[in-house]
């Protein structure tokens, strides 16, 4: 059973870059099978897609994010990495990672996500 | 800027029939949209209840279901119970974006 868990530094400073990673267990990251998105929820707020990355490569972001987000894979780690660049207090978020099948049956798998705050 | 719309916050006595709503700034919602439902509980991550519209996940209660209607994808809930007290969210798929609704808080009272 494809199980994902995100990892990273809880704190960031501002103007600098977030790297997260999401670890894949259950099935290989590479697989056709699956899509891999990004999704953050700042404090008391709802969620926000960032960006998808699919099988063959195609990345899509979040417009509002574009110019600053990046997603890749890893196959030598099995995990899906996301870099947001310039960081600000308005990055404050929980992220989380989320596999789905396809757009038919969507992101149904998700992780518990990790909390980033930017703060000097 | 495509803007998805739901209800802020719904109340529903325990027993009772609850429909929450998704509607898209840029017209009818359709299956072409492959909208999807998820339920938050405090502390906890999103957990996907229906796909493409109208589809249960095998963990999906069966009195949660899913359901295009008027324009918009729509989330009934049945029988509701105490425990069904969460925030519910709803993703519509653009094809190259993804765009979650700003998420309807449900009320058992």
């Known amino acids: 059973q494809l199980q994902v868990q995100e990892s990273g530094p809880g704190l960031v400073k501002p103007s600098e870059t977030l790297s997260l990673a999401c670890s894949v267990s259950?099935?290989?990251?590479?697989?056709?099978?699956?899509?891999w998105g990004w999704i953050r929820q700042p404090p008391g707020k709802g969620l926000e897609w960032i960006g998808s990355?699919?099988?063959?490569?195609?990345?899509y972001y979040n417009p509002s994010l574009k110019s600053r987000v990046s997603i890749s894979v890893d196959t030598s780690t099995n995990q899906v990495s996301l870099k947001l660049s310039s960081v600000t207090a308005a990055d404050t978020a929980r992220y989380y990672c989320?596999?789905?099948?396809?757009?038919?049956?969507?992101?149904?798998?998700w992780g518990q996500g990790t909390t980033v705050s930017v703060s000097s | 800027q495509t803007v998805v719309t739901q209800e802020p916050s719904v109340t529903v006595s325990p027993g009772g029939t609850v429909t929450l709503t998704c509607a898209s700034s840029?017209?009818?919602?359709?299956?072409?949209?492959?909208p999807t439902w998820f339920q938050q509980k405090p502390g906890q991550p999103p957990r996907a209840l229906i796909y493409?519209?109208?589809n249960r996940h095998s963990w999906t209660p069966a009195r949660f279901s899913g359901s295009l209607l008027g324009g918009k994808a729509a989330l009934t809930l049945s029988g509701v119970q105490p425990d069904d007290e969460a925030e519910y969210y709803c993703?519509?798929?653009?094809?190259?974006?993804?765009?979650f609704g700003g998420g309807t808080k449900l009320t058992v009272l």
């Open positions: 989320a596999s789905g099948r396809s757009y038919y049956y969507g992101m149904d798998v």
């Open positions: 493409s519209a109208t």
């Open positions: 840029t017209g009818a919602v359709t299956s072409a949209y492959y």
């Open positions: 990355i699919y099988y063959s490569g195609s990345t």
């Open positions: 259950g099935g290989p990251v590479s697989s056709s099978s699956y899509f």
């Open positions: 993703l519509l798929n653009y094809g190259q974006t993804m765009i």
